[in-house]
């Protein structure tokens, strides 16, 4: 605040080095935004998908994932998910493949990494753009290489309740700097030059419209945070893999099903904690779940009811959730309990102590 530069400049510099070097590429692969559904939008022009193209993603994720497609004037194309990783399945994508196919869009769900080898193998054989919606994944691997880093665009969010936050914020990694060089002339109107240059110490320079752009870029304000949230990434994710071994363990003997455990050769980001609550192993639906810990002074969270549920996108593509079984039964069963590397001990406590009393209730069977 008292270097009397708030808007993008110096430190959105740092702060996106900084993220270049924790994914391990060079600096001129990433540009900082103002969100993911930015990171996305711009992505998807920057790899020339647009009208009459299609977009394979999943059911399964937050609706910024296809309103970034839909924005583009792409056409989204829904793949089922697995219903035990809850992430795309690679076999479903195969089945949704059409000569009008340019991209797929691979959702890293609770920072669990996607089949990459698969999903690059369909990307290979059909020639198509590969753009991974890392939200949940800033630390995710899959056998050895980094969430972001195997497809054409990785786009990243830093909205409050992600692992790393700026208040608002994104950023996209690129295989190919030209595509970051497009990406930061759409970020900023589609000017030639951005404001940092334009005012900076070597005098007043011209700018020039070279196409029409948005308004995505990011602060100094937000990246003076993020270099910061950046240093604790690793301490953030240790205590949130104590939290999700604590749950694991301590739900075991429930008549709920847990989230998968991470495979082999990867890292799972440990970005959500999801249940799902099955109405007739448990005697209550997950609805009635979401009262009874709010009534326990728990809050919750849903992610997600399958993009499917929602009545735009019913309307506008005539989807029925049914033709997505897997990801609508669990958009249908899922609860999100709290998960925040700002828990101590005694707030997983509250939290498992609730869930207990909730299926130890006389109600349940
Ligand atoms: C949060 C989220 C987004 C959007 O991120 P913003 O930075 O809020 O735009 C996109 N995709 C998924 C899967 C998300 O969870």
Redesign the pocket.
Known sequence: MRSGWLGTGPKVKRFESDFAQYKGVPADRVAAVN????A?HISFIAAGVGPGDEVITTPL??A??LNAIIHSGATPVLADVDPVTMNISPDRIRERITDRTRAILP?HFAGRPCDMDAIMEIAREHSLMVIE?C??AVETEYHGQKAGTFGDFGCF???VT?NVTTG???MILARNPEHIARARVLALHGLSKDAWHRFGDEGYKHYYVTECGYKYNMMDLQAAIGIHQLERIENNWQRRQQLWRRYQESFASLPLTRPAEPSADTRHAFHLYTLLVDESRCGLNRDDFLVALHERNIGTGVHYLSLPEHPFYRKRFGWRPEDWPNAMRIGRQTLSLPFSSAMDDNDADDVIAAVHSILSSPDYP
């Open positions: 969100s993911c559904t930015a996305l994720t937050f910024a994932t959702v919606d939200a949940h969010s830093f909205y992600k608002e914020g994104g």
